[in-house]
């Protein structure tokens, strides 16, 4: 059978949709599919059906077509052509692996005709329904009863349901849990951002981790480059789809086999980052570990606060230090680094010599854990709201007992991506 069939010449099960189809008489149509793999299992596990389409043998955008298609109101007669076209060709491969089709929302908009019309298909193919994964677009639809109503029924049926490009537009979480996928695969745009902003790479981890507490598998499509791949890891999403693992084509072992080879290699040069930074980072905390604790035993020994935190002031990323008592009341006013000096605009938090902290998280831990060295979770600091983390230990010296403190902006060490244990 060849991969490459004329719309003109195609017939589906309806007699409705036989009818001449002048639009697109001139144009061939070709599916390729492009692998999905579980870095877990370091394996492929699915591929996406994508079509190519061409015209005198000149590529067409496939978006151009959907939108001629929209024109002459047939973008649902197309969108059932290319649901068949893709299943006929998966069929004729046994590679055990999903099949993720794109579903375009006006084919939700009759969901029982349209379930019906798809599972005939995949029984003419051959194909169990659990082996197709439906790909829908989360954000605002023109009928979102019809919508959820043709998730229902597809779940029902045994498909399963993926968000695609989650993350864009006017993307919510209230429409994302009524859908209640199995996958939501995440805009690429929310890679690439990551890739160049640290922000923008918190976020992003939080928003997977966020989808995964929720109950989704989380996709991370767009893969380019190794960078891209290694924040992808880091942020631990199920899958991964891209150009750098795999480019969409036909399916064959071969092209498995190459999938595979290129996940293992994005996966051992992560690794092999990984560690490198990770020596990095050790390395960086010891020593703060040292100078804090060298700090302590100078003002143990009664020697000027200021003086006491002269040299962990010189490490990059701290800020400020400060002293509190054993009821979390600060003793005397922050000490700034040399390279970090209060701002000369009016800021009354600056001057916080007897503000009580006993609040936050850093003086409890302090308290609870007086023999460690205690991190506290990111979060925005009054003096300067920005994202600072807060290092706290007791110490006793002449005035009892006291709670030593250090502030750092993370934002500013190794790119973002230090994180700090609980306890140094």
Not at 107 to 116: L, V
Not at 353 to 368: I, L, P, S
Request: glycine share 4%; net charge negative.
């Amino acid at each position: 059978m060849t991969s490459v069939i004329s719309f003109s010449r195609h017939r589906t099960f309806h007699a409705r949709h036989t009818r001449e189809r002048n639009i697109f008489n001139d144009f061939d149509f070709n599916s390729v599919y492009q692998p999905i793999f579980s870095p877990t299992h370091q394996k492929l596990v699915g591929f996406e059906a994508l079509v190519r389409v061409s015209q005198d043998h000149q590529a067409v955008s496939p978006v151009q077509l959907f939108k001629s298609a929209h024109k002459s109101r047939q973008t649902v007669e197309l969108d059932n052509f290319l649901l068949h076209r893709h299943l006929e060709q998966f069929s004729t491969h046994p590679i055990p692996a999903w099949l993720f089709l794109n579903i375009n929302p006006e084919t939700c908009t009759h969901p029982a005709s349209s379930m019906d019309r798809l599972i005939d298909q995949c029984q003419a193919c051959g194909i169990s329904p659990d082996r197709v994964v439906l790909e829908l677009v989360e954000t605002a639809s023109e009928h979102p009863g019809a919508l959820l109503k043709f998730i229902d029924i597809a779940k029902a049926r045994g498909f399963r349901i993926a968000i695609d490009d989650f993350g864009t537009g006017d993307s919510n979480f209230e429409r994302l849990w009524r859908m209640d996928p199995m996958i939501v695969k995440l805009d690429r745009s929310l890679l690439v951002n990551a890739e160049q902003h640290h922000r923008a790479r918190q976020l992003l981890e939080s928003l997977v981790r966020m989808i995964r507490e929720s109950g989704s598998l989380v996709l991370l499509e767009g893969i380019e480059n190794q960078a891209q791949a290694g924040i992808a890891l880091a942020t631990e999403a199920d899958l991964l789809q891209g150009f750098l693992l795999a480019m969409p084509d036909a399916i064959n072992q071969a092209t498995v086999a190459q999938g595979e080879a290129a996940l293992r290699s994005v996966m051992n040069q992560s690794s092999q980052t990984s560690l490198k930074e990770s020596s990095d980072h050790q390395d960086f905390l010891r020593l703060l570990r040292y100078e804090i604790l060298e700090a302590c035993l100078r003002v143990a020994r009664g020697e000027p606060f200021t003086a006491a935190c002269e040299t962990m002031l010189k490490i990059e990323g701290v800020k400020r230090c400060f002293l509190l008592n054993r009821d979390g009341v600060q003793q005397g006013n922050l000490v700034f680094a040399t390279h970090t000096a209060a701002p000369h605009n009016f800021n009354p938090l600056y001057q916080s010599a007897g503000a009580c902290w006993a609040h936050r998280e850093y003086f409890r831990n302090a308290v609870t854990r007086p023999q460690h060295i205690n991190a506290s979770r990111p979060y925005v600091a009054l003096p300067d709201a920005i994202r600072t983390v807060t290092l706290s230990t007791s110490l006793t010296s002449g005035n009892g007992r006291q709670v030593f403190c250090v502030d750092l902006h993370p934002d500013e060490l190794f790119d973002g991506q230090l994180c700090f244990p609980h306890t140094l």
